[in-house]
């Protein structure tokens, strides 16, 4: 599913639109200017959470590559309105399949791996997303979770 996203050095770090991972994306933002090194943000997806592209019409399913415009687009606006550390160069990056598993295949090139600790889905009440959990098992480079500052989600 998806072709796997190749990174070389940096931080990668996750973004589903939620607010922890828009405050992890802001966060390492903070650290790759620091470091000199690029960030990575990717947004992994599915049909069904990717944003409708504009090719889509009654009867008609778009191929893969439109979608995965439309989710760069929308994962470009959502970077845009966190007006991050001007120093930090900055790569986006859409990967075709379940969240926790395309992070990981990216990371093997990555030298940090950033995540919010709760993401768009999943129960509220527990005290890490099943992404972050799974990242933090399975990484092959170093893994930041970044806590939510607000708990009012």
């Given at each position: 599913?998806?072709?796997?996203?190749?990174?070389?050095?940096?931080?990668?770090?996750?973004?589903?639109?939620?607010?922890s991972?828009?405050?992890?994306?802001?966060?390492?933002?903070?650290?790759?200017?620091?470091?000199?090194?690029?960030?990575?943000?990717?947004?992994?997806?599915?049909?069904?959470?990717?944003?409708?592209?504009?090719?889509?019409?009654?009867?008609?399913?778009?191929?893969?590559?439109?979608?995965?415009?439309?989710?760069?687009?929308?994962?470009a606006r959502?970077?845009?309105?966190?007006?991050?550390?001007?120093?930090?160069?900055?790569?986006?990056?859409?990967?075709?399949?379940?969240?926790?598993?395309?992070?990981?295949?990216?990371?093997?090139?990555?030298?940090?791996?950033?995540?919010?600790?709760?993401?768009?889905?999943?129960?509220?009440?527990?005290?890490?997303?099943?992404?972050?959990?799974?990242?933090?098992?399975?990484?092959?480079?170093?893994?930041v979770?970044?806590?939510?500052?607000?708990?009012?989600?």
């Amino acid at each position: 599913m998806g072709a796997a996203v190749s990174i070389d050095g940096g931080i990668l770090v996750g973004h589903d639109g939620s607010k922890s991972s828009s405050e992890a994306v802001t966060w390492a933002a903070g650290h790759a200017a620091r470091l000199g090194v690029p960030l990575h943000v990717m947004r992994a997806w599915v049909l069904t959470n990717a944003p409708r592209p504009k090719t889509m019409e009654p009867g008609f399913v778009p191929p893969e590559k439109d979608f995965e415009e439309a989710v760069l687009e929308q994962l470009a606006r959502d970077v845009e309105a966190l007006h991050l550390h001007p120093d930090c160069t900055v790569e986006l990056h859409a990967a075709h399949g379940q969240s926790s598993a395309k992070l990981l295949e990216a990371a093997v090139g990555a030298e940090m791996l950033v995540v919010g600790r709760r993401g768009a889905g999943g129960f509220r009440g527990l005290l890490t997303g099943s992404t972050a959990d799974q990242v933090v098992r399975h990484s092959p480079c170093p893994v930041v979770v970044v806590p939510i500052k607000n708990r009012g989600e």
